[in-house]
């Protein structure tokens, strides 16, 4: 996809953004927005032709804000990509790693970076609203004693000088992000299917439900349960399902899914994502 409009959640220079510009290309354009409901409101709006969240880190989990926006906005996932998320320190210019006192960046970065920041002395760590956000804030405030964890990308957005690449703990460190948009775009190729469901609140309901796919050798590639808000000790399941080629067993799962639940969405199918290292 080319030459679109992409919200995103964060300053120019987030990982997010460096996602958006993996699967859209270089000549869209991208749209920072201060927090991920304000990417689905933009959406919502049709002020932008698409928007990408990330939806779970393979280390850290799911992004649980998010999962509870796809259920409370009508928009449909069109596409996914895992991104390799390489963790950078960096500071103002000519300045030295024994001259930071404090470090600034989203909890998630922080803890993702946790065992090689513990072995800085005499350092503050401050959780931050964004990654490239904490990078932006060093540069516009010219603070000389602090540094960011942040990306490559916000490094040369906000001029900042690189004191330790790729800090992250371990190496196999991917955040998936999915893209959300108000019209489906058809799938091509090895695909899924994303739903939300919450199950009749009777024994072996959430059994019946994952019948409905076993039955037709329907892989399961996720489940994620969520409280349901407004029905006390009740959940939302959230699945991942590959489909098959014609979504015909898909479909014959989803309309025996109805019988065994109390609340049913599909929230998009949608092309397997690349993987980008």
Known sequence: MKNKTVAFQGEYGAFSEQAAVNYFGKNSKFIPNENFRDVFE???K????????PIENSLFGSI???????????????GEIFL???MNLMSLPNVKLSEIRNVYSHPQALGQTDKFLRTLKNIKIHPFYDTAGAAKMIFEEKKIDSAAVASTQAAEH????????NIETDDENFTRFVIISK????????????LIFATKHVTGSLQNCLV??????????KIESRPYVGHPWQYLFFVDIENDRN???IDQAIKELKNNTTYLKNIGSYKIGKVIK
């Open 84 to 86: 390799r998320v390489k």
């Open 158 to 165: 906000y001029q900042l000088n690189i004191l330790k690449r």
């Open 42 to 44: 933009i959406v919502k």
């Open 247 to 249: 979504n015909f067993k």
């Open 183 to 194: 019209n489906k775009i058809p799938s091509v190729g090895k695909s899924k299917t994303s």
């Open 46 to 53: 049709g002020k932008v032709d698409f928007g990408i969240i």
């Open 212 to 221: 409905a796919f076993s039955n037709r050798k329907l892989n399961l590639l």
């Open 64 to 78: 649980i804000q998010n999962y509870d926006l796809l259920r409370e906005y009508n928009l449909i996932i069109v």
